[in-house]
Antibody
């Protein structure tokens, strides 16, 4: 069974950093691109970043470019999102999602349950 | 604002048919990139409903169908059920921005 479990969310002050993790199991992790997607009630779903199977191609939404860094460790079946210089606009539920394709961009066929990030003073 | 535009809401009675449109441009849908559709229920993770424009994942009822033409795509839902009330999002790839944006989202209201 495919499982994606996010962790690392929490309450953080503006300007601080947070690192999200996503533990994957039940499938061959290095055969899929992976993505981070966030959701807020006001904006809906927002694609944040994606990384190909071998980290050879990485994309970011303009809203996080230069502040967020996506990475993966195929040996540990893990996906990460380093978030720096956080602002209140980054407050959201962050999902880890699997791409059907190794090199992307494809559909996101499995999702975790999300980890909540709240940026507030 | 997303480069993929959807109507904010659509509504229909149980048993009826509804269509949700996703309008893009020549750098995303019009460039030939596939469109995918997701259903998002409150408190749940998004669920892939249609991939590669017209294909349904295993377990998705054939009441859901997708199509694509030019710079737009559509999701059709027939035989509406109360449980279909949710937010629906399209997604594609944009080669001008190098991003995989979601559409603006559509709330389906089952009357």
């Amino acid at each position: 069974e495919v499982q994606l479990v996010e962790s690392g969310g929490g309450l953080v002050e503006p300007g601080r950093s947070l690192r999200l993790s996503c533990a994957a199991s039940g499938f061959r992790f290095d055969a899929h691109a992976m993505h981070w997607v966030r959701h807020t009630p006001g904006k809906g779903l927002e694609w944040v970043s994606g990384i190909t199977w071998n980290s050879g191609d990485i994309d970011y939404a303009d809203s996080v470019k230069g502040r967020f860094t996506i990475s993966r460790d195929n040996a540990k079946n893990s996906l990460f999102l380093q978030m720096n210089n956080l602002t209140p606009e980054d407050t959201a539920l962050y999902y880890c999602a699997r791409d059907k394709a190794a090199a992307g961009p494809g559909s996101l066929d499995y999702w975790g349950q999300g980890t909540l990030v709240t940026v507030s003073s | 604002q997303s480069v993929l535009t959807q109507p904010p809401s659509v509504s229909a009675a149980p048993g009826q048919r509804v269509t949700i449109t996703c309008t893009g441009s020549s750098s995303n849908i019009g460039a030939g990139y596939d469109v995918h559709w997701y259903q998002h229920l409150p408190g749940a993770a998004p669920k892939l409903l249609i991939f590669d424009n017209t294909k349904r994942p295993s377990g998705v009822p054939d009441r859901f169908s997708g199509s694509k033409s030019g710079t737009s795509a559509s999701l059709a839902i027939t035989g509406l059920l109360a449980e279909d009330e949710a937010d629906y999002y399209c997604q594609s790839y944009d080669n001008a921005l190098s991003v995989s944006p979601f559409g603006t989202g559509t709330k389906l209201i089952v009357l």
